[in-house]
């Protein structure tokens, strides 16, 4: 497969870089990527060192960046985007220019080349939030009902997807997932962004009352729902992707603590976010039934991994700068 892989020096596609390498060193893989605040380039270094990946820098909202990267694939997997809610409430127009001018301008010349199938990632924000007392989960047949700006724009790329899927044909899937977590996330995302405040000697912003709950999974096993989606998924289809791990982000602190060796008393509780979601829930069962995918790490094993990984990488998010302090303004 000769494949393209947008957003790939970001957390998601920086570890999907890794996985495909592993999984599929027969497949030529290109990485286009402009190279945000959010990209680092240190997260795929080692692939492009050795010669297993082509990098190249551009912006998926201009037609010849997207060209130039796209030329020769027959596969993408779209993963660039703005992707921080708080950052969305601030800035939305850059939201709305990244993920719906650029899906858009991604399908155009996926269209004019012929490319054989799109694959576009999204996220279950699109769905809009649960109660916390309610039973109910999200799933492909649930209404979208975004409720921030990045979940808007999230959810009008998707459907501009699907129209391409409908009116030009197009093999397209898409997929809902969780909030993910491991490796090479950005510091502002709250595992990342508690264990390096925790590191400094700092308290964690703990939003309101802290019972909004999140449904979690390991980044890799997104990885591989992707890879069985992309192989085997069925043309014009949606997947709901899910580790089926719902933890409330007061729990989430707590076992960060535990994992950390630190006490309750590290936790600030601070005013909620805008339009702050109180729960998402997912049921991937049409992906687990149809294409046999299973996650296969376990929560607690691999957000102890993933909390060393910071602890162990000091290099990694330092190479942020200050960018990473952004959430702490709110
Ligand atoms: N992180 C999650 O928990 C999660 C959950 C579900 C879905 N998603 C979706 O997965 C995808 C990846 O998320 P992430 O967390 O890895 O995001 P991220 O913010 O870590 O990375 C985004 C990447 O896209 C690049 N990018 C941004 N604008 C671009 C542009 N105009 N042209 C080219 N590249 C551009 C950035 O440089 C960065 O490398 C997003 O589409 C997001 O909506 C994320």
């Not at 494949?3 to 027969?26: D, M």
């Not at 909202?61 to 130039?68: G, R, T, W």
């Not at 993408?76 to 708080?86: F, G, K, P, R, W």
Request: hydrophobic share 35%; glycine share 8%; aromatic share 10%.
């Amino acid at each position: 497969m000769r494949i393209l892989i947008t957003g790939g020096a970001g957390f998601i596609g920086s570890n999907l870089l890794h996985y495909w390498c592993e999984k599929h060193p027969e497949d030529r893989v290109v990485c286009l990527d402009k190279l945000t605040y959010a990209g680092h380039l240190e997260s795929i270094r080692p692939l492009i060192d050795d010669g297993r990946i082509d990098f190249v820098r551009g912006d998926i909202c201009i037609s010849d960046d997207v060209l130039n990267a796209m030329r020769g694939a027959d596969t993408v997997i779209h993963l660039a985007a703005e992707s921080h809610v708080d950052r969305s409430i601030d800035r939305p127009d850059e939201f709305v220019r990244t993920n719906v001018l650029g899906t858009f301008t991604l399908l155009e010349e996926a269209r004019r080349l012929d490319v054989r199938r799109f694959h576009h990632v999204s996220t279950d924000e699109v769905f809009g939030t649960l109660s916390l007392d309610s039973v109910r989960k999200f799933s492909e047949r649930t209404r979208y009902n975004p409720r921030s700006p990045y979940a808007a724009s999230k959810a009008a790329s998707d459907h501009l997807v699907r129209s391409y899927g409908e009116t030009y044909g197009m093999t397209i899937t898409v997929s809902n997932c969780g909030n993910n977590f491991g490796p090479f996330q950005h510091p502002e995302k709250i595992i990342p962004r508690f264990v390096t405040l925790l590191k400094s000697g700092k308290n964690v912003p703990v939003y309101g009352d802290g019972l909004n709950v999140r449904d979690w999974i390991y980044v890799v096993d997104h990885c591989s729902a992707l890879d069985a989606i992309v192989g085997r998924g069925k043309s014009g289809s949606t997947y709901v992707v899910s580790g089926r791990n719902e933890l409330s982000n007061i729990e989430l602190t707590r076992k960060i603590l535990s994992i950390m060796n630190l006490g309750q008393d590290r936790i600030d509780y601070i005013g909620d976010r805008p339009g702050h979601d109180r729960r998402y829930a997912l049921d991937d069962s049409k992906l687990r039934k149809e294409l046999g995918w299973k996650p296969s790490m376990r929560l607690n094993d691999a957000l102890k991994a993933t909390v060393e990984w910071y602890l162990d990488n000091e290099w990694w998010w330092k190479g942020f700068g200050d960018s990473y302090s952004f959430s702490a303004k709110r």
